[in-house]
């Protein structure tokens, strides 16, 4: 999907998340008939908590996007991950989550990693020519993409108490893609015919990937799943060298490799403690 944004060229945020957002329906659209709870998918309870997920979800996409045509795909898929990192602190800002030191210091260092990695695009402090500026911006807008997807995420946590996936998914497609056609007076751009197929392209193959993601979760636990996330630095390595000769930073690569092992022990540190309160609930004997 990234790589198809990335080749249709630099094209207004809300018009990137408009294509990707209401062409990923149809794959969805398909499940849900296949499943039968097509009929039943619209229906909740909680409209206003799915719109406001919408809200920063399309947020989070646009700035994602932006940075997509700003920078070499390996570096705008390497910044994403500083979305679990963002998670914990944000977890422990508004949902009074508890982080010990260990989570803590993962935080630090993966946050550490980020800036070896945006390092060389920051150009803030001195002139450079203009691709550099707008390196720069594609930097900040990949990090502040990264912020609100992690608050995203939060909203997410806080709906699948109530909602089923289907209806999450389906209802986050459906505001995501009203909200960004609002953008349309601010000017699209017109596309040609091989822009057009890209963009479609990629709003199908995230719609799928939504699909994929959400039952990979449903059968295994989270930190079982969400390791193999890290493997899309390794396909954007390589799509990126052969689709458009983005050759990978030493800067990169070290700052990327940090922030791969921050993330993934923040997911295996999540697991430890997982375990722990489950065997506490087992011993703990029942009151009254």
């Known amino acids: 999907m990234s790589a198809l944004i990335k080749a249709a060229g630099q094209l207004p945020a809300g018009q990137i998340v408009f294509f990707r957002s209401f062409f990923a329906m149809l794959p969805i659209l398909v499940f849900l008939a296949w499943r039968g709870d097509l009929l039943t998918a619209f229906h909740t309870t909680r409209p206003m908590s799915h719109v406001a997920r ?3 979800g399309v947020a989070a ?3 994602s996007f932006f940075a997509l045509t700003r920078l070499p795909l390996p570096e705008a ?3 994403n ?3 679990p990192l963002l998670v914990v ?3 422990a800002l508004f949902l009074g989550e508890i982080v010990r030191a260990y989570r803590w210091s993962a935080v630090v260092v993966g946050l550490i990693g980020v800036c070896i990695v945006s390092w060389p695009q920051m150009t803030l402090f001195r002139a450079g020519p203009a691709m550099a500026d707008q390196q720069m911006l594609g930097v900040i807008a990949a990090l502040a993409g990264a912020a609100m997807s992690a608050g995203a995420m939060l909203l997410v946590r806080n709906l ?3 909602e089923k996936t289907g209806t999450i998914v389906l209802w986050f497609s459906l505001t995501a893609s009203v909200i960004s056609l609002l953008t349309l007076p601010f000017g699209w751009d017109g596309l040609s015919a091989t822009q057009s197929a890209l963009l479609i392209s990629a709003g199908i193959c995230g719609g799928i990937a939504q699909l994929l993601m959400t039952e990979a ?3 295994a636990n989270v930190s079982t799943v969400a390791p193999f996330e890290y493997t899309s630095m390794i396909l954007a390595i390589a799509v990126g060298y052969f689709a458009f000769g983005d050759i990978p930073t030493v800067h990169m690569l070290v700052g990327g490799t940090i922030v791969v092992a921050a993330g993934l022990f923040i997911i295996w540190r999540e697991h430890q403690l997982g375990l722990k309160r489950g065997a506490a609930r087992k011993v703990t004997p029942p009151q009254g």
Do not use: E, F, N, P
């Open 61 to 63: 996409m646009g700035l």
């Open 77 to 79: 898929i390497t910044l």
């Open 54 to 56: 919408g809200l920063v």
């Open 89 to 91: 602190v944000m977890g």
């Open 81 to 83: 991950y500083a979305q």
């Open 160 to 162: 699948v108490h109530t």
């Open 217 to 219: 979760y449903r059968h």
